[in-house]
């Protein structure tokens, strides 16, 4: 194992700590670390919710800064206040890109570059790259490894292909200490009620049809989120500078499987799965070869059947937090099940 960078009485700046992954990190990281401080820069999109912190806001050791990471003065001005960043800010829902790729690259790629190109000029030590296990494409057999070429499939996946081959350059021209995380899909508390498990145990809840994409047959590899930011804080500690690190937790689901299981756990008819159009470009299969991160010492803690129990409670428990957002988000819902009746 590489020797260990300690980081526990440094400041962290934390792009896009206001939404799901960022948000759990956070906490995470404050819990662990008790002389840590912590800046979150978020520009509270849609996807950004600063209820995912109520818990830490009056802590002395996080300061939330509202700002966008496009923003080239404000984050070298952060920069030079921070020793290590770890870049979750992004868009993020890929049905929502297959309606309108422009935030996508706006955010993913050019915002990536913003910072990136701050950190030249910076003394920060570190910069975590959070790219996703979707760069790779779909594949029906086998694991993709962190050398397989990437052929990503829709806008955001592109997005964010762009946005991980930047960082790459960034450290091969520059010399910078980037890593590269590209995780798989993630669940847990404070993901928002637009991706497929908080939706359709919200859904579940309220009595409400589970919109099943195709013949549900699509393969995804389930990550509990505790489980992920584990990964990405041993990353920070024992990574090394400049490499690529597949995270998952080779718990691969069939959706129609995990629909299943939603309803059972609540005690639903199964009859409140509905098949619905299929998502254009629909990747059928996503699968990670993790030999690497789990040579660090990492791996995942929680079976899936127990995350996702412990997931489905979490949205039994916090109705006002979802129902709040729901509220909010349901033109999109319609606009999104109108672009598709039109078709
Ligand atoms: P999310 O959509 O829940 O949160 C994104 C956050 O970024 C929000 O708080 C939003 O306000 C903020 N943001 C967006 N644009 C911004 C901008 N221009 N400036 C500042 N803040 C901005 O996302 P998530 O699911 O927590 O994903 C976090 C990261 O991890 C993303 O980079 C995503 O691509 C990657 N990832 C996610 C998953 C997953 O399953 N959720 C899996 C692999 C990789
Ligand atoms: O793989 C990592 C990626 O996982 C992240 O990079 C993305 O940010 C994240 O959104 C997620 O992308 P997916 O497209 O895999 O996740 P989503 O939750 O949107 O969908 C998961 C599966 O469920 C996918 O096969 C589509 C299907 N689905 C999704 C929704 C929202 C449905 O069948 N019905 C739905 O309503």
């Known amino acids: 194992m590489a020797s260990e960078r300690s980081f526990e009485d440094k400041t962290l700046l934390v792009t896009g700590g206001a939404g799901f992954i960022g948000s759990n990190f956070i906490h995470y990281w404050l819990k662990r670390y008790s002389r840590c401080r912590v800046i979150n820069?978020?520009?509270?999109?849609?996807?950004?919710?600063l209820d995912n912190l109520k818990e830490v806001d009056k802590d002395p050791r996080y300061e939330f800064i509202q700002g966008d990471i496009r923003d080239k003065k404000l984050v070298k001005k952060i920069f030079r206040k921070v020793q290590g960043v770890v870049h979750f800010a992004a868009e993020t829902h890929v049905d929502r890109s297959i309606l309108d790729a422009g935030e996508f690259v706006l955010t993913d790629v050019f915002g990536?570059?913003?910072?990136?190109?701050?950190?030249?000029?910076?003394?920060?030590?570190f910069f975590i790259h959070l790219s996703t296990d979707e760069v790779y494409g779909s594949r029906d057999k086998g694991h993709f490894s962190e050398e397989d070429p990437l052929c990503p499939s829709s806008p955001y996946s592109a997005s964010k292909a762009g946005a991980d081959?930047?960082?790459?350059?960034?450290?091969?021209?520059?010399?910078l200490p980037i890593i590269i995380l590209r995780p798989s899909n993630n669940f847990g508390p404070y993901q928002y009620p637009e991706k497929f498990i908080p939706l359709f145990v919200t859904n579940?809840?309220?009595?409400?049809?589970?919109?099943?994409?195709?013949?549900?047959?699509?393969?995804?590899?389930?990550?509990?989120?505790?489980?992920?930011?584990?990964?990405i804080d041993l990353v920070i500690r024992a990574g090394k500078l400049g490499e690529i690190y597949n995270v998952g937790a080779n718990a691969e689901i069939e959706n129609n499987v995990v629909a299943e299981k939603i309803v059972d756990f609540l005690g639903k008819p199964k009859s409140l799965i509905k098949r619905v159009p299929d998502r254009l470009g629909h990747d059928k299969r996503y699968a990670l070869d993790c030999?690497?991160?789990?040579?660090?010492?990492w791996k995942p803690e929680w079976d899936f059947e127990e995350a996702l129990?412990?997931?489905?409670?979490?949205?039994?428990?916090?109705?006002?937090?979802?129902?709040?957002?729901?509220?909010?988000?349901?033109d999109f819902r319609s606009f999104y099940e109108e672009y598709?009746?039109?078709?």
């Open 112 to 125: 990536t570059f913003v910072l990136l190109d701050a950190l030249k000029d910076s003394k920060v030590e």
């Open 41 to 49: 820069l978020d520009k509270l999109t849609y996807a950004g919710n």
């Open 340 to 343: 598709y009746r039109r078709r």
């Open 291 to 297: 030999r690497k991160v789990r040579a660090l010492g």
């Open 204 to 231: 579940a809840l309220e009595g409400k049809p589970l919109p099943l994409y195709g013949r549900g047959t699509n393969v995804r590899d389930w990550l509990y989120v505790e489980d992920h930011c584990r990964a």
């Open 309 to 330: 129990a412990s997931t489905v409670q979490w949205y039994q428990e916090n109705q006002i937090w979802w129902k709040k957002i729901k509220e909010k988000s349901r």
């Open 165 to 175: 081959r930047l960082a790459y350059a960034y450290h091969k021209t520059y010399s």
